[in-house]
């Protein structure tokens, strides 16, 4: 009923008191935009991660000797160090035993080399990854031009090579085709059979990918090294199923007695995305404390301006109470108008938080993050603040006797 | 039946230190289209008694009836509401909302008596061309004159068709043309069946009600009717 009215009044009150409004408002906006621009920025972060992590596809998980943290806690010294590497033959066993997978693939990595194309060598930060030709699909690599591995690429350890686009595009000319090129790494020639499409990711040359027959690499890095294991299972539905499968049957090869922890570690989308959470969890405890003590000193900021304002507009209560105001209808107008001011420092805070937010998405190249949970908590989070800080104020002013109000001076 | 029948009102004050006796044992009876003026110097008890008139207040004792209701046994609500509808108020020094304009502040008693918008406006509008405001409708107080903001006042008492219409020292702060203009303002509602309660410590203001009741020492001292009031020429 008074609706209209609450509303008016309480802009009209912000307008003739801009500078004070300003602030207050000010003070409310600083405490949500610390949640808004911390959750925007970790949510970007997230996404990117996720992007990142598209290199593991859907219902895809990754099998290798450690965990990515290792070397954390006090048990790894005692368990883990001693691991035994995840040979070949046991991946191939894996491969052999398992099924209801889409695809599975065995890899292994070497890191930090150089490659060289007639005069045009590449900085050393080039990756060999030794592949079985499932293992392709399962990093989610696209072939663009060319062809992918095949099995007889590894019967016959062939000097064949899948260049990643970034280094395809690091070595040759714009739209060279440069299949059926020959290119050499550490003094061995390879022909290039095919092309990765461009993936993009996290940090830009992410795909400097140098995908040779995995027994080409041994044959030339030799196999004393530990091998991932990536497995996508065919759906959804049998993803846990595929997990159990893997994991007997590699708790099997290696002789794990029943009882003992795996001496494996095992990788998914999900476990990175829940490793990530984990890490920021006190990132976000932290900034919500902060946030909470912001909004506190807000609300007092909020309470200290409208008992302000409750003493100023004195002889405007009683000339509404004269007029007919209800107690109930005089608090509800003051509360109106607190709320106003922290919802409106709350709308300014998650602009702000947003933009701030969204410059660390553009900067990994993501597209906007807007993140309405955490939006409405800030929205919510102002409701409250304006109630709690506003009540006493308001009660105030609709306790004041109408006859001294009025003579108020 | 009277609009307003007060039988032995008492008003006490505790001041703390002493019990202030604003008004003791008060008695009168106000009836429909009557015009009364209540004087007394100040301490008399006449800025009491009105405020109990208007519901501002209650009794400490005493019964007050106010349309056979007695004012008593109301609620802070309740009391609000009659003030509401029943009571229109118009003060020594306007009260009106500085920042609001001549409309908006003659609309709000319509505004907490729940009017919706239209009609409100509509209703503010006419009032305040009752009062001779027409053209002065989106003023602000600060941008009218004195007589002009007692008129805005006169308005926004009238407004919800009151049973009564208060006035305490309505001229007090306006030169005596403008106080004229006013006081002739008064006559010509209580010739259209207003009731008017005027409360004031000016004979030459008074002389213009048809009733003077007359206070001192939070008592009556007199009450009789003017055998001729006073009434300007238009």
């Known amino acids: ?409 | 039946m009277p609009i307003i029948h007060i039988k032995d009102v008492v008003k006490n004050y505790d001041m703390g230190a002493e019990l202030v006796h604003a008004l003791s044992g008060v008695s009168l009876d106000i009836e429909a289209n009557e015009y009364v003026a209540i004087m007394g110097p100040s301490g008399s008890g006449k800025s009491t008694l009105m405020n109990v008139v208007g519901c501002l207040d209650t009794p400490t004792s005493g019964l007050y009836d106010f349309e056979g209701q007695n004012v008593g046994d109301l609620n802070d609500n309740e009391l609000a509401e009659i003030r509401n509808r029943k009571i229109g108020f118009v003060f020594q020094t306007f009260n009106l909302l500085p920042r609001s304009t001549a409309l908006h502040n003659v609309e709000l008693p319509l505004i907490y008596a729940g009017v919706p918008s239209h009609l409100r406006r509509e209703k503010a509008e006419k009032a305040l061309r009752e009062v001779g405001l027409g053209d002065r409708m989106t003023h602000k107080p600060n941008e009218l004159s004195g007589g002009q903001r007692q008129r805005v006042a006169v308005a926004r008492a009238l407004v919800n068709d009151p049973s009564i219409i208060l006035a305490d020292e309505p001229t007090g702060n306006l030169d005596s043309k403008t106080g004229i203009e006013i006081m002739q303002l008064f006559s010509d509602l209580h010739g259209e069946g207003n009731t008017i309660i005027l409360v004031t410590h000016e004979e030459d203001i008074a002389a213009h009600a048809h009733r003077i009741i007359r206070l001192f020492d939070g008592k009556i001292a007199s009450d009789e009717k003017v055998e001729k009031p006073l009434i300007y020429e238009h």
């Open chain 1, 1 to 409: 009923m008074y609706f209209g009215e609450s509303i008016a009044t309480a802009f009209g009150t912000l307008r003739s008191n801009r500078l004070r409004s300003f602030l207050t408002v000010l003070s409310v906006a600083i405490g949500v935009f610390s949640i808004i621009a911390v959750m925007t920025s970790l949510g970007a972060l997230q996404y990117s991660i996720e992007g990142g992590l598209s290199a593991l596809g859907a219902n895809t998980f990754q099998v290798q000797k450690y965990d990515n943290q290792h070397g954390g806690g006090p048990g790894w010294q005692a368990h883990a160090r001693n691991r035994k590497d995840i040979t070949y033959e046991q991946g191939l066993a894996v491969v052999e035993r398992t099924r209801g997978v889409k695809h599975i693939g065995l890899e292994v990595w070497k890191f930090g080399v150089e490659v060289r194309w007639r005069s045009k060598k590449t900085d050393p930060n080039v990756s060999i990854a030794g592949e079985t030709p499932d293992g392709l699909p399962t990093n989610q690599w696209e072939i663009d031009q060319g062809r992918g591995l095949t099995q007889s690429d590894l019967d016959l350890t062939r000097k064949v090579v899948v260049l990643g686009s970034d280094l395809a595009q690091a070595l040759f000319p714009p739209s060279y085709n440069p299949v059926g090129e020959m290119v050499s790494l550490g003094g061995v020639h390879y022909k290039v059979i095919g092309t990765v499409a461009p993936q993009g990711g996290l940090f830009g040359n992410q795909d400097r990918y140098f995908i040779i027959p995995i027994t080409t690499f041994f044959e030339r890095y030799g196999k004393n090294r530990s091998i991932h294991i990536m497995v996508q299972a065919e759906s959804r539905e049998n993803f846990d199923a595929v997990q159990d499968e893997v994991i007997g049957v590699l708790r099997a090869v290696r002789d794990v007695p029943p009882g003992e922890d795996n001496d494996f570690a095992i990788f998914s989308n999900e476990s990175l995305i829940r490793q990530f959470n984990e890490t920021t969890y006190y990132v976000k405890i932290g900034t919500m404390a902060i946030a909470a003590v912001a909004l506190l000193a807000a609300g007092i900021g909020i309470m200290n301006i409208m008992l302000v304002s409750v003493t100023e507009r004195t002889r405007e209560i009683g000339i509404r109470k004269a007029v007919g105001a209800t107690r109930h209808s005089i608090v509800s107008q003051f509360l109106f108008e607190s709320v106003v001011i922290s919802l409106l420092g709350g709308l300014i805070g998650i602009m702000l938080g947003l933009a701030a937010g969204n410059v660390l998405a553009m900067v990994l190249e993501i597209g906007p993050v807007v993140d309405v949970g955490w939006i409405a908590v800030g929205i919510v989070a102002c409701c409250f603040v304006g109630v709690a800080f506003g009540t006493y104020p308001a009660w105030k002013a609709s306790n004041l006797d109408p006859i001294d109000a009025l003579r108020y001076e």
